[in-house]
């Protein structure tokens, strides 16, 4: 079965521009999440949906992040305008289904750095 | 989520196992044990989890103590290619009725170092 797929795998922008990452999930999983993995630290929750629905956020800087997820398959995280402590890979995963036993798999991430 | 704790990291010589501890001494009855482990330049990846019986499958063992406050992830020979950071995560599966979507949070990890 075909992975999760990200692109771009890189990028590089100046601060105060704006970037965007895109996040095709295995097909007919529900869960859809996106992470910031910092150099040197573990990955951190900035999104997670439910289908096309938000069911946590909290960690997501709202004024200038934000996240999409059309017709519950694709996704698309967008950062406006970029700092340069933006600068980590934004890794993609997603889970079959709601409940019960839920094993994320993950893409290879986009690694952003922001000069 | 309950908080879990473990090295930093840790050294294994190659076709030795590797036993990796994880104290997770505040999780809840209902929580379960997860491990995943992230190559240098990949995703995380997927290992093991149980909730209070020890599991085995093709790419580790999972022993967790009677009183469910720690665990052990057990690489029963391991190879070069087993050198990553490994991740004890301890998480309420999601439900159907909504109420829990499965949060999975990360903590530092125990950066494992297998040598020749």
């Known amino acids: 079965e075909a992975g999760v797929a990200q692109s771009p795998r890189y990028k590089i922008i100046e601060k105060r521009q704006s970037v965007a990452f895109w996040c095709n999930p295995i097909?007919?999983?529900?869960?859809l999440y996106w992470y910031q993995q910092i150099l040197g630290q573990g990955p951190k929750l900035l999104i997670q949906?439910?289908?096309?629905?938000?069911?946590?956020d909290s960690q997501l800087p709202k004024d200038r992040f934000s996240a999409e997820r059309l017709k519950g398959v694709d996704s698309t995280l967008k950062i406006q305008p970029a700092k340069l402590e933006d600068s980590a890979v934004y890794l993609c995963?997603?889970?079959?289904?709601?409940?019960?036993?839920?094993?994320?798999?993950f893409g290879q991430g986009t690694r952003l750095t922001v000069v | 989520d309950a908080k879990t704790t473990q090295p930093t990291s840790m050294d294994c010589a190659e076709g030795r196992a590797a036993n990796l501890p994880c104290n997770h001494s505040t999780i809840s009855g209902n929580e379960y044990v997860y491990w995943y482990r992230q190559i240098h330049s990949q995703g995380p990846q997927y290992i093991i989890h149980?909730?209070?019986n020890n599991e085995t499958n093709e790419m580790a063992s999972l022993i967790i103590t009677e009183d469910r406050k720690s665990s052990t992830l057990i690489l029963p020979h391991a190879t070069l290619r087993d050198t990553a950071v490994y991740y004890c995560i301890v998480r309420v599966p999601g439900n159907a009725g909504g109420t829990s979507y499965g949060k999975l949070t990360f903590g530092q990890g125990t950066i494992l170092t297998v040598h020749p």
């Open positions: 097909s007919g999983h529900a869960t």
């Open positions: 149980g909730l209070k």
């Open positions: 995963a997603s889970s079959p289904r709601t409940g019960g036993y839920t094993e994320a798999f």
């Open positions: 949906f439910q289908n096309n629905g938000v069911v946590d």
